[in-house]
């Protein structure tokens, strides 16, 4: 008897209380992961170009390229694009090559990238009488 009087209470509480979660909180069980940047600087030669390998750690992640540097002239334009890499090779993304010249912001942005290595070349548009170097930073998750 005394079990059917603790049931009914507990059975009634659940009731009144409406199943309601406001002012209630959730934690998430892990932190959201960082953004990595990754500083990458070389030289491409005269028709040449220039790749780096990095890897995106969450499905769906997004990934921008930044030309920070380049010359000489320091206000020259180069390629840039994103790639895969396949057998050591960077195969650049459909559309994924632009004109660009130095800057402080990213020239190059996607979203919906899955996990796996990637790709940043740096390459001669054309325009180049001598070897450029160059630093471009890439942020990925």
């Known amino acids: ?13 659940a009731a009144c209380s409406g199943g309601s979660n406001a002012g209630s909180s959730t ?8 953004p990595t940047n990754e500083v990458f600087t070389g030289t491409v ?7 780096h390998a990095f890897s995106v750690r969450l499905s769906n992640g997004q990934v921008t390229a930044t030309l920070t540097a380049a010359g000489p002239p320091p206000t020259i334009a180069m390629g840039l694009g994103i790639g ?4 050591g090779v960077c195969s ?13 912001s990213p020239q ?34």
């Open 108 to 141: 190059w942005a996607a979203t919906n990238f899955s996990t796996g290595t990637y790709c940043v070349a740096v390459f001669d548009a054309g325009n180049q009488s001598a070897d450029v170097t160059y630093s471009v930073t890439v942020t990925h998750y």
């Open 92 to 104: 650049l993304l459909n559309n994924g090559a632009i004109l660009a010249t130095p800057g402080t």
């Open 84 to 87: 895969v890499v396949s057998n």
């Open 27 to 34: 934690t998430p069980s892990s932190p959201p992961l960082a």
């Open 45 to 51: 030669p005269v028709g040449g170009s220039a790749t």
């Open 1 to 13: 008897m005394k079990r059917w009087f603790v049931c009914l209470g507990l059975l009634a509480y």
